[in-house]
């Protein structure tokens, strides 16, 4: 679940991209059209940054991405409240009218995103997750005269 939650947090990428290579067919899918403007690839960048993070689960791995990983969950809260905010922001005409034709989908999006919030609020095995990161290697113990 925490894949598709880390998967699902860079999606505004994916929706930009596939505006520009397929306007016709994204315009027709109202819950993604909602989401294709550039604004909300800025919410995605800390999702981007765990999903980088991923990758550099290692013992010998830097200290900054230890650190990333640690604060992992709370980068991916702020990712998801940053793109309720900015959406509810920048469609806030068709939320606060229920009678709306794109209402039911703008909710969808919205509800969501609140639900993902709500899982890494409550998930005690997603604090789990994130607490653990491969200790970095210990040097090499010298051997001296007395341990012979």
């Known amino acids: 679940m925490l894949w598709l939650v880390i998967l699902y947090g860079i999606r505004h990428f ?24 550039p604004y909300f690839m800025l919410t995605d960048l800390p999702a981007a940054l765990v999903l980088f993070a991923i990758g550099h689960r290692v013992p010998n791995g830097q200290n900054f991405m230890r650190r990333v990983w640690k604060s992992g ?12 905010t900015l959406f509810s922001c920048l469609n806030k005409d068709v939320l606060a009218a229920p009678s709306s034709w794109d209402f039911p989908d703008a909710m969808l999006v919205a509800m969501m995103d609140v639900v993902i919030v709500a899982y890494l609020l409550r998930s005690e095995r997603v604090r789990d997750v994130f607490r653990d990161f491969p200790d970095p290697p210990r040097p090499a113990r010298k051997e001296s005269a007395s341990d012979t």
């Not at 994916?14 to 403007?37: E, R, Y």
């Open 14 to 37: 994916l929706f930009v991209g596939f505006a520009k290579l397929m306007p016709m067919d994204i315009v027709t899918i109202p819950w993604i059209n909602f989401q294709t403007s």
């Open 73 to 84: 969950r709370w980068l991916l809260l702020a990712s998801y409240v940053a793109g309720i």
